[in-house]
């Protein structure tokens, strides 16, 4: 007899003992659900806030990457490319790809340029160039 059959009979018994048995039944299945219930509810709850935790942390890298970035900037609008005195000469370093475009760097700043946007100014010889010679 399995447990549906079981129930079914027992459900349409007279016997008060037979009652009472399915009444506690009932009881523990209700209290097993609530059970359930809560467990599923601390489980929505943990997962929300690691969630509220993650997006938190999200956003407070984000709002460093920008303080950086702007700090950064600042910092290469600050720069005037060249070495210290009594020298002055360019501080710009760079390297050819190999398509033979050159990329330039400020030893200082980092502010980079491709090709011909390094100003006049800030030029160097080109074999100070790295990289294939054209
Ligand atoms: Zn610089």
Redesign the pocket.
């Known amino acids: 007899m399995d447990t549906i059959t079981a129930l079914q009979t027992a459900s349409s018994s007279k016997d008060p003992g037979v009652q009472a048995a399915l009444l506690k039944l009932l009881e523990k299945q209700a209290e097993l659900a609530s059970l359930q219930m809560d467990e599923l509810q601390e489980t929505r709850g943990k997962r929300a806030e690691a969630i509220r935790i993650a997006k938190v942390m999200q956003e407070g890298t984000i709002a460093d990457e920008k303080k950086k970035a702007i700090a950064v900037k600042n910092h290469?609008a600050g720069?005037?490319?060249r070495k210290p005195a009594p020298s002055h000469e360019s501080?710009i370093a760079g390297q050819r790809d190999h398509q033979g475009v050159a990329h330039f760097i400020?030893?200082?700043?980092?502010?980079e340029w491709t090709g011909g946007e390094l100003p006049l100014s800030l030029r160097i010889p080109g074999d100070r160039l790295g990289g294939p010679q054209i």
Not at 106 to 111: G, R
Request: charged share 10%; hydrophobic share 20%; glycine share 0%.
């Open positions: 290469q720069c005037d490319h501080a400020c030893q200082y700043c980092a502010q």
